[in-house]
């Protein structure tokens, strides 16, 4: 990042040391057990999911607030979780680009840490929980892709064993079931599954779609057996226990795309029975708020440690006496992803998407080695749109460029396949001004460095400037 934009940068962020209130003891402070899946969109049996089978995270659903519109900044995992691990939008911090500054030493700019930092500030112990006893079968990813480089250790540990013993804790367990390859238990039956009318109603969409739900159910089953472990260690009634992705499904309009499947999440929250639940809580609650994920860390650092929101952090507060008002816009943004260059950006608002391309001359279906790897619809597009047998919505995944700008109106077209720029509807239309109006606000606001174009020389080690060809697809990242 320039010298310019991080002066920039720490303008914006108004960049001051706040003094921190007195904490509780610890004793009085929940811990806090953050589970995160990847590449997963909210398709579980309690979000009314069919053919997936979800009874733990439904129960920790009923025994805590479901939030319905909850959407992560990005829609591909290093960015996105670059972005709710600093509670900061990565296109301000600089993290915008997928699998970027991984060997040049980049650091957060000044003033944004990591949440463990902020956490460890005020006595918690910090895990990224790999390993668990024997008895529980289950395993962490471990996963953290941040698109910097961190000072020191980023977590105290990796194991499970060591948070009884060091309460208060902050504990992250990460799972990679429902990234592709999909590789779990046959169960859904592809005759059954609900396919979107985006895609083509084809046996290998079908196939598809239920490897996915079938790594949700699997997913199910190993969060729950952490649960029970949380139970069995004598945890689970002084723990926070937060369930969320870091971004949508691994489909061809969702991963790394601007669409709902791309951006929306699942979001559960069960605060602890033995503690005073804190305002804007009410188990078994059905939450409609719009929340993005770069509000979970300014939100859990207020109602568990018992700390004011940063100075400078984007991200808001949502629940607890110091809740800010609710959210009227999400934002969102896509880059660069591996070899493939995008500009996206979005808003949404309790009703209606928004969503800017800035490369419109590029394919939808532009070369990606990844996708056209691992995504068996991706390459089905392809063959059906050179036979003519896609329909109206499902062409224009095939279409040899997109439009500069879409308008969807989420209440009466949740799958997103009218674009309404030119309706000549006046509520339409004032909508449509309303939210680019935002969104260009947002731009300039948060100082968006996507703006600047990533150096060639750095596309070009990430390899932008290669062709989609099988020698290459060796080095595409997953």
């Known amino acids: 990042m320039r010298r310019s934009h991080i002066l920039s940068l720490a303008m914006l962020l108004g960049i001051t040391l706040v003094p921190r209130p007195g904490l509780a003891a610890s004793a009085e402070r929940p811990n806090i057990l953050w589970l995160v899946a990847e590449d997963f969109g909210p398709h579980l049996g309690c979000y009314g999911t069919q053919q997936v089978w979800t009874p733990n995270i439904d129960k920790l659903a009923a025994e805590g607030v479901r939030y319905t519109r909850a959407y992560t900044t990005a829609p591909v995992c290093s960015v996105s979780r670059s972005a709710f691990m600093t509670g900061m939008y990565q296109t ?47 395993t962490g990813s471990g996963k953290t892709d941040w698109n910097f480089t961190t000072e020191g250790k980023p977590f105290d540990s990796g194991r499970w064993e060591d948070l009884k013993s060091n309460q208060p804790f902050i504990a992250q367990v990460n799972f990679k079931e429902t990234h592709r390859a999909f590789v779990s238990p046959r169960r859904a039956d592809p005759a059954k599954v609900v396919i979107p009318p985006y895609y083509p109603d084809h046996p290998v969409t079908r196939e598809d779609y239920a490897k996915y739900l079938d790594a949700a159910t699997e997913l199910d089953e190993k969060v729950g057996r952490i ?12 723990t926070i226990v937060v369930f969320t992705s870091d971004h949508g499904e691994a489909h061809v309009r969702g991963k790394q795309f601007c669409y709902e499947e791309g951006l929306h999440v699942p979001l559960i929250v069960r605060w602890p029975a033995s503690l005073p639940a804190p305002a804007h809580y009410r188990t078994g609650a059905v939450d409609d708020r719009l929340v993005a994920a770069i509000d979970l860390l300014p939100t859990l650092l207020d109602v568990a440690a018992g700390q004011k929101k940063p100075a400078g952090m984007q991200g808001q507060v949502f629940l607890g006496d110091r809740a800010e008002a609710a959210r009227r816009y999400v934002f969102g943004a896509r880059d660069r992803c591996d070899e493939t260059v995008f500009r996206f950006r979005t808003v949404r608002d309790a009703r209606y998407r928004y969503i800017r ?16 790897r691992s995504y068996p619809v991706w390459n089905l597009i392809k063959e059906l749109a050179a036979q003519g047998k896609l329909t109206p919505s499902q062409a224009v995944l095939a279409a040899p460029t997109m439009p500069p700008e879409e308008f969807y109106d989420l209440e009466s077209d949740p799958h997103e396949i009218h674009n309404l720029v030119d309706s000549r509807d006046p509520a339409n239309q004032t909508a449509l001004k309303r939210l680019r109006a935002e969104l260009e606000h947002w731009i300039e606001e ?21 062709p989609a060809t099988k020698a290459n697809r060796k080095k595409a990242a997953k």
Not at 101 to 122: M, N
Not at 357 to 372: G, I
Request: glycine residues 8%; aromatic residues 10%.
């Open 227 to 238: 649960l029970q472990q949380l139970d069995a260690d004598g945890l689970a009634s002084r």
């Open 92 to 138: 301000t911090i600089g993290a915008h680009n997928h699998r970027s500054h991984r060997d040049d030493g980049y650091r957060l700019p000044p003033g944004v840490r990591i949440a463990p930092a902020w956490f460890r500030d005020a006595g918690y112990f910090t895990a990224n929980v790999r390993t668990f006893p024997a008895g529980a079968n289950v």
């Open 357 to 372: 391309n800035f490369m419109p001359e590029r394919p939808f279906l532009q070369a990606n080695d990844y996708k056209e």
């Open 446 to 466: 948060s100082n968006d460095q996507g703006r600047t174009p990533e150096p060639a020389a750095v596309a070009a080690a990430k390899g932008a400037t290669k």
